[in-house]
């Protein structure tokens, strides 16, 4: 009984849900907003279990003074302080009944000034694993390398003013080989397609998985390994 009702409740909503989104006529359109009710309020608890997950593992490391602790110490002290300040509203000029993050409050304040500042430092620092990864990416060893070298080299040019000087010279009629012009035909088609690609794979991998969880073919989230 333990697995067999989670799998029947599942096979249900995971109809419904299927049923209520391909019929937009009554009853099922209500029960869609109603779908769409219950997933905010699961998201709230998936919240409150993230929090408490994020504290049960950084605070045994801080106990444990395991590696790290001191980074660990630091994300605890951030996050009760945002969560005690929002949840509180402290030193909200609207006091309580106002937004969370109204210009002046303690939490638009910390999210503005430290929060902002430290997700900048991190995307900056991403560069240079990025610079690194593009050196061992971009070597051309083979044909695809080579190409990707070349379309890489490309758009870089073209997305800076070395683009426009390099091949501003160029007559009207060849006007698409220059290298701004190329650099915006390869992202719009080329690159655009690949985009396209991707999600068509990933939507098919979604579609495929939702239906093995829901006529209970694959079991993993329940601790099966089938």
Request: charged share 10%.
């Amino acid at each position: 009984m333990k697995r067999t009702v989670p799998l029947i409740i599942t096979f249900i909503v995971g109809t419904l849900l299927i049923v209520a989104a391909f019929v937009p006529h009554y009853p099922f359109d209500k029960w869609n907003n109603d779908f769409n009710e219950f997933f905010n309020i699961i998201q709230a608890f998936a919240f409150i279990l993230g929090g408490a997950n994020l504290m049960r593992m950084h605070g045994r490391r801080l106990v444990e003074r395991g590696a790290g602790a001191f980074y660990s110490g630091v994300c605890l002290a951030g996050f009760l302080g945002m969560m005690t300040v929002g949840l509180f509203k402290l030193g909200n000029p609207a006091g309580l009944t106002g937004d969370v993050d109204v210009t002046g409050s303690w939490f638009e304040i910390g999210y503005r000034y430290l929060f902002s500042p430290t997700s900048a430092t991190i995307y900056a620092l991403l560069a240079f694993f990025i610079a690194s990864a593009s050196y061992r990416a971009f070597r051309a060893k083979n044909t695809e390398a080579s190409l990707l070298l070349v379309t890489a080299m490309v758009i870089l040019l073209g997305r800076t003013f070395l683009g426009p000087v390099l091949t501003g010279w160029l007559p009207p009629s060849l006007s698409f080989f220059e290298i701004s012009n190329l650099a915006s035909w390869f992202m719009s088609v080329p690159v655009q397609a690949g985009n396209r690609a991707i999600m068509l794979g990933v939507a098919l991998g979604i579609v495929s998985l939702s239906l093995k969880v829901i006529l209970a073919i694959d079991r993993s989230h329940l601790g099966d390994r089938g």
